[in-house]
């Protein structure tokens, strides 16, 4: 098999990933009705299997959509995708939409069967706990537009896409989403946090955020470490200007520094301590979950 051909897994078959098929009538592609997860995987482990198992069945429960695969199926797909597609460092993408339907119609349709999807892709190796070798990312803010059912990691994207290319067009990494009352909600794809004299804050989890597997594993790491004080409250715009660090997290890149915000440095424009410890922790006992 080539090296650049990935193998996928579509409807119970796993296939090369040029040569995946789906009708035009999938719900997933005309309205985005589906659901979605990704989930890393250093040296052949994943890391949070069953906790995005858990959050993408909340997901398909919100939404109504049935799959008779249990959690013992959807581990074999896995770790299939991660042997077929030559272990190491790879990112496996778990995607469910309800269906092709003859017509298209926004009701959702009876006796659908559901598209079940899987690939898997390269990632960077797992990032290690050094202030010397970890990429500090560039962000900017704006106001959240998306929809009010961020907690529902559906494959519906166009308003995280849409807030992402605007910082990305500028030169920059991420753009951090606050709310009319400027509170802080989330970043484009990632979970957002600040310190402040060794404090840790991040926004208390509600339907304008998603609720990260990466959030969830490393403040329980924290919680059992007890080194770094925890706050889970309502974090402000204001906060976020004045922090001493501010991180972001997602499952693939862990835990970013954010060096500046809106082009001003975050406090002295270093990556700070706090980020170090949190990353160390994180590296430790990220395969206990």
Not at 51 to 72: C, F, K, S, W, Y
Request: with cysteine; hydrophobic share 40%; net charge negative.
């Amino acid at each position: 098999m080539a090296h650049n051909m990935s193998t996928a897994y579509l409807n119970g078959t796993y296939l090369p990933l040029s040569e995946a098929r789906i009708s035009p009538l999938d719900r997933g592609f005309l309205f985005g009705d589906g659901i979605y997860e990704v989930v890393p995987c250093h040296g052949g482990r994943l890391v949070g299997f069953d906790l995005h198992l858990e959050r993408m069945q909340a997901g398909l429960n919100a939404v109504e959509i049935d799959v008779q695969l249990n959690r013992r199926a959807w581990q074999d797909i896995a770790n299939r995708l991660v042997e077929l597609n030559g272990g190491g460092n790879l990112a496996i993408y778990l995607h469910i939409s309800r269906g092709a339907d003859d017509k298209r119609d926004h009701a959702y349709p009876v006796d659908v069967k559901p598209t079940v999807f899987a690939f898997a892709s390269r990632i960077p190796p797992a990032p290690v706990p050094d202030k010397s070798k970890v990429t500090p990312y560039s962000v900017i803010t704006a106001e959240d537009m998306r929809w009010q059912r961020c907690n529902i990691k559906s494959t519906s994207l166009l308003g995280n896409v849409m807030h992402y290319q605007t910082g990305q067009a500028g030169g920059h990494d991420e753009t951090i989403l606050y709310n009319p009352r400027h509170e802080l909600t989330e970043a484009a794809a990632c979970n957002v946090y600040v310190v402040k004299d060794g404090v840790l804050a991040t926004p208390s989890l509600d339907e304008q955020k998603l609720p990260g597997v990466t959030r969830r594993i490393l403040l329980e790491i924290l919680r059992r470490n007890g080194s770094i004080p925890l706050e889970e409250r309502i974090v402000t715009l204001q906060e976020l200007q004045v922090a001493d660090e501010v991180w972001l997290t997602s499952s693939s890149k862990e835990i970013i520094p954010v060096l500046t915000i809106d082009d001003t440095p975050v406090s002295d424009g270093k990556i700070g301590d706090v980020w170090l410890a949190a990353q160390t922790l994180y590296s430790s006992h990220k395969f206990d979950f």
